[in-house]
C-alpha cells in the first residue's frame, strides 16, 4: 500500500486534484455561497496558469522532492519519526497533525516578516474567493514554502508515504476551504470541529486587516481556536464582506504579469 502510494504519486496527485477540483466547481455553480465580482474566465485563466506555472517551476528547480527528502532521512537515520521507530499507521497521523502545526506558523510568518508578506499577498489579492483561489500562490512564495518543507521533512523524517499524503491532503483542503459553496449552517459547525471550512477561511481574506489577521489554519481548525487566532464570522457577515486587499482592486493589477510583478509594488 505504501510504496503504491509513493510510486504512483504523480498520477495519485492528479487524480485527486482533478476530482476535488471539479466536484467543487461543479457545487459552486448549484450552490455558491456568494456572487462574483469578476467575470470568471479572465480570473480563471490567471489564477489556473498560475497555478499549472508554479507545478513546472517546482519540478525544475527544487532538488529534491518530499518523497526523496524523507527516504534520504531515513537511510542517514535522520529525524524525530525514524528515531522513534513507531507503528507506521500512528507514524503517519502524528506527522499528519505535526506537518500542519508547521504549515499554520509559517502561514503567520507570512503575514508577519514584511518581505514574506509580499510574497504571500498576491494569494489575498484575489477579488473574488473560489476553489481557485486555493491554488493561487506567487512563484516564490511557494518556492520559499517548498524549501521549508523539505528542512521540515528533514529535521522530522517521517515515512514517505506520510509527506505525499500530507501534501495530497493540503492541496485537496485548500480547495475545499477556498471554494464559494454554501454549507448549510449546522454542517458548517459539525465541519469547523474537525477540517477548516470555506466559511471559516473566507474570514481571512476579508479586506479589513483585523479580520485577515484570524483563521491561519489550512486543514485542520484547532491550531488557531488554541492560538488565539480564530474568529467565529466576518463584522459583515460572509455575503457582504469584501475580499482582497486595498490597493489592488484594479483590473491591471489582476492580469498574469502583473501578480508576478505584485512583490516589488
Ligand atoms: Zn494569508
Ligand atoms: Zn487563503
Do not use: C
Not at 467543487?24 to 506555472?53: C, D, H, Y
Not at 476551504?177 to 469547523?192: G, M, T, Y
Not at 460572509?238 to 475580499?243: D, F, G, H, N, W
Amino acid at each position: 500500500m505504501n510504496s503504491f502510494i509513493t510510486d504512483s504519486e504523480s498520477t495519485l496527485r492528479l487524480v485527486v486534484f482533478f476530482s476535488v477540483f471539479l466536484l467543487l466547481a461543479l457545487l459552486e455553480l448549484i450552490i455558491p455561497r456568494r456572487q462574483l465580482t469578476m467575470p470568471k474566465a479572465r480570473r480563471w485563466t490567471v489564477n489556473i496558469g498560475i497555478s499549472f506555472f508554479n507545478t513546472a517551476l517546482i519540478r525544475l528547480v527544487v532538488p529534491l522532492a518530499g518523497v526523496a527528502a524523507a527516504e534520504f532521512a531515513q537511510q542517514r537515520n535522520w529525524g524525530i519519526f525514524n528515531l522513534l521507530d513507531l507503528p507506521p499507521l500512528l507514524s503517519i497521523l502524528i506527522f499528519l497533525l505535526l506537518f500542519d502545526l508547521a504549515i499554520y506558523f509559517q502561514h503567520r510568518l507570512f503575514h508577519l516578516v514584511p518581505l514574506f508578506w509580499r510574497l504571500h499577498r498576491m494569494h489575498h489579492t484575489d477579488m473574488d474567493y473560489d476553489v481557485t483561489t486555493g491554488n493561487r500562490f506567487h512563484p516564490a512564495s511557494i518556492l520559499l514554502s517548498s524549501l521549508i518543507k523539505l528542512g521540515l521533512v528533514l529535521v522530522m523524517g517521517p515515512l514517505s508515504v506520510a509527506i505525499v499524503l500530507a501534501e495530497i491532503l493540503l492541496n485537496a483542503t485548500s480547495m475545499f476551504n477556498h471554494s464559494n459553496i454554501s454549507l448549510p449552517v449546522a454542517a458548517d459547525r459539525v465541519l469547523r470541529k474537525v477540517i477548516v471550512t470555506p466559511d471559516m477561511h473566507r474570514i481571512h481574506h476579508s479586506v479589513d486587516e483585523f479580520e485577515h489577521n484570524k483563521n491561519f489554519g489550512f486543514n485542520f481548525p484547532w491550531w488557531d481556536r488554541l492560538f488565539g487566532t480564530y474568529l467565529q464570522q466576518p463584522r459583515l457577515g460572509q455575503e457582504q464582506m469584501e475580499i482582497g486587499i486595498r490597493g489592488f482592486q484594479d483590473r491591471e493589477s489582476a492580469g498574469f504579469l502583473s501578480l508576478l510583478m505584485q512583490p516589488l509594488k
